[in-house]
T-cell receptor, first 114, second 109 residues
Framework: EAQVTQNPRYLITVTGKKLTVTCSQN?????MSWYRQDPGLGLRQIYY???????DKGDVPEGYKVSRKEKRNFPLILESPSPNQTSLYFC?????????????FGQGTRLTVV | EDQVTQSPEALRLQEGESSSLNCSYT??????LFWYRQDPGKGPEFLFT???AGEEKEKERLKATLTKKESFLHITAPKPEDSATYLC??????????FGKGTTLSVSS
């Protein structure tokens, strides 16, 4: 089954404690991206990757890092989380040739930073 | 200023009561308009891509149309399982997808 898998689904952490949210896709997609979804603001792109070792900033990259060492994995790293990073996060991978438009999204990770 | 505006924010329908959701956009150099469906607790699910004014796409009870300033998602004879949040997004040259805030549709039997 084609899917994008994120872990964990839920996470509560404290300010400043480094964390990683993993994302893996089994569709051999080249394009992957991370979004955050906040009430009243909609979905906003954090980072994207067009292929292995190629990453770039989206609209709201501050406070986040990513890496793309393998095609299937695209982890999101918060080096020093702060309460304003409390949000619902989605990883997505996209059908080749469509950029980030026809995307398959993961189930989401609900992060709370206290 | 919002570049993608969806209306209404929420819509309640009776089963079988057809209606339309609106997505208006102000971006220039539009490279595509996209509709996604999002169920509670899940990630968005891709529905349609529209590229040029006059284009229409259909899938079951859903039909998406596009003009130069807006798109409509028409829902014909909806069923309770159509209840979800519908997201509109646009792709502007050189930028990431720009999403609207969504319309939450509730269909009661």
């Amino acid at each position: 089954e084609a899917q994008v898998t994120q872990n964990p689904r839920y996470l509560i952490t404290v300010t400043g404690k480094k964390l990683t949210v993993t994302c893996s896709q089994n569709m051999n997609h080249e394009y992957m991206s991370w979004y955050r979804q906040d009430p009243g603001l909609g979905l906003r792109q954090i980072y994207y990757s067009m292929n292995v070792e190629v990453t770039d900033k989206g609209d709201v990259p501050e406070g986040y890092k990513v890496s793309r060492k393998e095609k299937r994995n695209f982890p999101l790293i918060l080096e020093s989380p702060s309460p304003n990073q409390t949000s619902l996060y989605f990883c997505a991978s996209s059908v080749p040739g469509t950029g980030d438009t026809e995307a398959f999204f993961g189930q989401g990770t609900r992060l709370t930073v206290v | 200023e919002d570049q993608v505006t969806q209306s209404p924010e929420a819509l309640r329908l009776q089963e079988g009561e057809s209606s339309s959701l609106n997505c208006s956009y102000t971006v220039s150099g539009l490279r595509g308009l996209f509709w996604y469906r999002q169920d509670p607790g899940k990630g968005p699910e891709f529905l349609f891509t529209l590229y040029s004014a006059g284009e229409e796409k259909e899938k079951e009870r859903l039909k998406a149309t596009l003009t130069k300033k807006e798109s409509f998602l028409h829902i014909t004879a909806p069923k309770p399982e159509d209840s979800a949040t519908y997201l509109c997004a646009v792709n502007q040259a050189g930028t990431a997808l720009i999403f609207g805030k969504g319309t939450t549709l509730s269909v009661s039997s």
